[in-house]
């Protein structure tokens, strides 16, 4: 299994919902990320887990909650998003730091719009 | 910080004919890794080629090659025999070890093959 599986596929809600996006993955691998990103421009890292430990926060509002449950499991729960926030959020995973194949394999995203 | 720098927002190939993708980055590291993804309007993103810039050859995948000039800090791609499913956006990615394979990116490439 070579796939990073995201859910759901698309997503609205308005300011005041509380939303989850999912990602799964059963490669392995013990590194796994969220981006966000916006039409036509390059994907804007979020977060990284690394042994299901958060390693990397890049700023982002608080409003934007990961979570990783298990080696293969990755959340993002969403809670009083902006309009501003809607784009399509991906999902990655890979082998840890120092390996040499430490490639992102990247899920198909979630389309999120935010009303 | 690193940086990535693709030149060329737009450009379209003729079918069968091979075009030729520019990229280049700025680092004060001498080990990194190089990577083309290409993502098609249905939006996953997809490994193309990786690059170990230890490696003075150039890796070449089916189609793709890439052009590796270290000293000019430069990564282009080499798209040959262009089918109409190359279509897709291309982001040129640098990657420093041993820093949460954090991936930077460069602004993307949109890449249009006509019939």
């Known amino acids: 299994d070579t796939e990073v599986t995201q859910t759901p596929k698309h997503l609205v809600m308005g300011m005041t919902n509380k939303k989850s996006l999912k990602c799964e993955q059963h490669m392995g691998h013990r590194a796994m990320y969220w981006y966000k990103q916006k039409a036509k421009k390059p994907p804007e890292l979020m977060f990284v887990?690394?042994?299901?430990?958060?390693?990397i926060n890049e700023s982002v509002p608080s409003r934007f909650s990961p979570e990783c449950p298990n080696s293969s499991l990755l959340n993002l729960h969403l809670h009083a998003l902006q309009p501003e926030d809607s784009a399509l959020y991906l999902c990655a995973s890979s082998h840890p730091t120092g390996l040499s194949y430490n490639e992102q394999f990247f899920g198909p995203g979630t389309r999120l719009t935010v009303l | 910080a690193q940086t990535v720098t693709q030149s060329q927002p737009e450009m379209s190939v003729q079918e069968a004919e091979t075009v030729t993708l520019s990229c280049t980055y700025d680092?004060?590291?001498?080990?990194?890794?190089l990577f083309w993804y290409k993502q098609p309007p249905s939006r996953q993103m997809i490994l193309v080629i990786r690059q170990e810039a230890y490696k003075q050859q150039n890796a070449t995948e089916n189609r793709f090659s890439v052009n590796f000039q270290k000293a000019a800090k430069s990564f282009s791609l080499k798209i040959s025999d262009s089918q109409l499913g190359d279509t897709a956006m291309y982001f040129c990615a640098f990657m420093r070890p041993n820093a949460g394979n954090m991936l930077t990116f460069g602004g993307g490439t949109r890449l249009m093959v006509k019939p």
């Open positions: 680092t004060s590291e001498n080990n990194y890794y």
């Open positions: 887990y690394s042994y299901e430990k958060l390693s």
